[in-house]
């Protein structure tokens, strides 16, 4: 019998979820049906019911649902529960179990499919909002030397920096605190891009970075990588590659079996020009 799957979100029209899980259950043989819902804003939690009662097997949950798929769980994994806040969820009987994949998402495509080791490196990460909690675990796990979280809003960057301080060498900041400093990897996970503007970072932030990637998908070369560009980054990158990334987690989290992501990420890769 063919599985039940779904992506639920608020709008949801732009998902590319259904394609990129398509993809992958044709490449790897497996009967699923993939399809993205239009969660109402005030009965979530209801259309999550509906759907396992139909015979749902797993959701992907995007904006504006991931703390209330969070708080919906029966059962979190611990990138979900530091996250506080969840992607995906799993249904079995009774058990509503919850993960988060973001940020594996974005330390895979970071280390594997762009080939920069975090390991030892200096990492800046810009924003302290939902998408930057939910990396820091990953991150961390990889031993990078420091990670500094820079915020517009400091007192949210510090308080992320004490919360995750157990995990590795953290520290929170406002961007003025940034001058003088230099990092390998610099991460844009504000939403600053989806409106065209660009985080005040200090000039010299991005130079001597081997890697400027923006957490954004497809919005070509936005505010942050052109500042990257012109600071002489040799490599500059969007977040397909971390979207195809945390879809393939979540497919091996429900079927066992783990896509290649490859053809995927190459099929949807719009140049950043
Ligand atoms: P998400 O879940 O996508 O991370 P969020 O939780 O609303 O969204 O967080 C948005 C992040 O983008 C925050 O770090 C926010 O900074 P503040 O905490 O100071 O609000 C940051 N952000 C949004 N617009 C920005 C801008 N124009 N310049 C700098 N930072 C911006």
Redesign the pocket.
Same mark, same amino acid.
């Given at each position: 019998m063919t599985d039940k799957y779904a992506v639920i979100g608020n709008p949801i029209g732009h998902t590319k979820s259904p394609m990129i899980h398509g993809s992958f259950a044709e490449a790897t043989g497996q009967d699923i049906d993939y399809q993205a819902i239009e969660g109402s804003l005030d009965r979530f939690s209801d259309d999550v019911h509906a759907f396992r009662k139909a015979g749902g097997r797993g959701m992907n949950v995007t !904006?504006p649902f +991931?703390l209330q798929a969070y708080a919906l769980a029966t059962e979190r994994l611990e990138r979900a529960e530091l996250a506080g806040?969840t992607n995906a969820l799993k249904f079995e009987g009774d058990r509503i179990m919850a993960d988060n994949f973001d940020g594996v998402g974005l330390t895979n495509d970071i280390q594997r499919n762009l080939g920069f080791l975090l390991k030892g490196s200096r990492m800046l990460v810009?924003?302290?909002?939902?998408?930057?909690?939910g990396a820091l675990l990953p991150f961390l796990a990889q031993q990078p030397k420091l990670v500094v979280v820079a915020?517009?809003?400091e007192t949210?960057a510090i308080d992320l920096a004490r919360q995750f301080a157990g995990h590795g060498d953290m520290q929170g900041c406002g961007?003025d605190d940034l001058a003088g400093e230099r990092f390998d990897i610099v991460i844009n996970?504000?939403? !600053?891009s989806l +409106?065209g503007?660009?985080?005040?970072l200090p000039a010299e932030t991005l130079q001597g970075a081997r890697l400027a990637y923006e957490?954004a998908y497809g919005k070509g070369l936005t505010p942050f990588l052109r500042l990257a560009q012109n600071a002489g980054v040799p490599k500059l990158a969007d977040g397909v590659g971390m979207l195809v990334e945390q879809a393939a987690e979540a497919f091996l989290w429900w079927r066992g079996v783990r896509p290649d992501t490859r053809a995927v990420i190459d099929r949807m890769t719009i140049p950043l020009v």
């Open positions: !904006a +991931k806040a810009i924003g302290a909002g939902g998408a930057v909690r915020n517009r809003t949210k961007y996970g504000t939403s !600053a +409106k503007e660009l985080p005040p957490l």
